[in-house]
């Protein structure tokens, strides 16, 4: 197939991890003979840089017209006191909300060579197979009114039935096609927003009667997901609820650095690891890309239907941490590299994988 892919490096660790996650989609692209052309534009701190807005209007005009969007991360301390609308994150969140991805899909595993390496004991973590669903365009995050000054700060908490609904749906879709547990996570004991979600989402479980269902307040529920992952399987939660569980339960896979993402919904998909742009480390080659190259995986399933490309990176991620290949950020990975080794490493997994089929290949003299 062809395709057009809009990549985003951003800020921070974003350009070393989205580097090495391309080369493994042309490699992909080889392997299977697609043609995936690569459009780079910016986002974040480097287009306030550039051009005084995080999300330029180039940018969100190419992502609408493109077939997939590829981020690396945004944000760093350069512009930590610029007014919101100047922040890189507003853009990411703009972004978000213009191309309508409200259902954001963050994969949890942890992989048998990485038991060791989550501060949380080997035979808790063990086994572990979670898939977040984090709502994604509405709750806090786009609350309006919202006010800032020296006495008073506001932010209002806002969900409607549909935008439940909507995630909803999607999360027990996800379920049906996985151990058929879904746990749906909120403050119902104290937010009418979380009283409302339990609403719609018992109102859903109707429709899905092959899936047992429970809820469970966030508090409670943060202290089980660390305590007993293995009980859960799909986890459906509220925008800031989700933010706050995902980067907790990377610390079972081992490292944030590890963790995809997808978001969904709207008729581009755009797909980015959850963690965030790691200035300290910025520009030195330690950032893991494991969690980006996973993150092409999920574009190549969910905004392609290509699901064998998909397992095939899949299996070569899965190959080099088995070997124990890894970034600093790996407790006891016996091969330390950097961001781009590592990167290499995969790649040539891939292969391996999939060899080349000899003889697509044209040599010109
Ligand atoms: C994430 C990030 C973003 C979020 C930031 C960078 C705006 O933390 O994708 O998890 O809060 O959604
Ligand atoms: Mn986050």
């Not at 259902?103 to 035979?123: F, G, I, Y």
């Not at 700060?153 to 379920?175: C, G, P, Q, S």
Request: glycine letters at 10%; charged letters at 20%; proline letters at 6%.
């Amino acid at each position: 197939m062809e395709a057009r892919i809009v990549v985003l490096p951003g800020d921070g660790v974003g350009p070393e991890v989205i580097r090495e996650a391309v080369a493994c989609l042309q490699v992909v692209a080889d392997a299977f003979g697609h043609r995936f052309a690569f459009q780079e534009a910016l986002i974040g701190g480097a287009a306030v840089d550039a051009c005084g807005d995080p999300l330029p209007e180039r940018t969100l005009e190419l992502c609408r017209s493109a077939d997939a969007v590829l981020l690396g991360a945004v944000g760093g301390p350069a512009w930590d006191k610029h007014p919101r609308d100047q922040r890189p994150e507003s853009g990411l969140l703009r972004l978000r909300q213009a191309l309508g991805l409200y259902a954001n899909l963050r994969p949890v595993t942890v992989h048998p060579a990485l038991e060791d390496a989550s501060p949380v004991k080997p035979q808790i973590v063990r086994g572990t197979d979670l898939m977040i669903v984090r709502e994604l365009s509405g709750g806090l995050y786009f609350g309006e009114p919202r006010m800032f000054s020296p006495e008073r700060a506001l932010n209002t908490l806002l969900y409607t039935r549909e935008e439940i609904l909507r995630v909803a749906r999607v999360a027990f879709e996800l379920a049906r096609n996985r151990r058929r547990q879904l746990v749906s996570v909120d403050k119902a004991n104290v937010l009418e927003t979380s009283r409302l979600w339990r609403q719609v989402v018992d109102e859903v479980a109707t429709d899905y009667p092959e899936i047992s269902v429970q809820h469970a307040y966030v508090d409670s529920f943060a202290m089980a997901l660390i305590t007993r992952p293995r009980d859960f399987d799909v986890v459906l939660t509220e925008n800031l609820f989700g933010d706050i569980l995902s980067d907790e339960a990377a610390v079972l896979a081992g490292s944030l650095g590890l963790l995809p993402s997808a978001s969904l919904g709207g008729t581009v998909g755009l797909f980015e690891p959850i963690h965030g742009s790691a200035p300290d480390i910025a520009g030195q080659d330690k950032a893991n890309p494991i969690g980006t190259i996973l993150s092409a995986a999920m574009l190549l399933r969910h905004a392609f239907g290509l699901t064998e490309e998909a397992a095939a990176l899949e299996t070569a991620v899965d190959r080099t941490l088995r070997d124990g290949h890894g970034t600093g950020d790996l407790q006891g990975a016996k091969h330390r590299h950097g961001t781009a080794s590592l990167g290499a490493v995969i790649r040539t997994a891939i292969t391996a994988v999939r060899p080349t089929v000899p003889g697509l290949a044209v040599i010109l003299p």
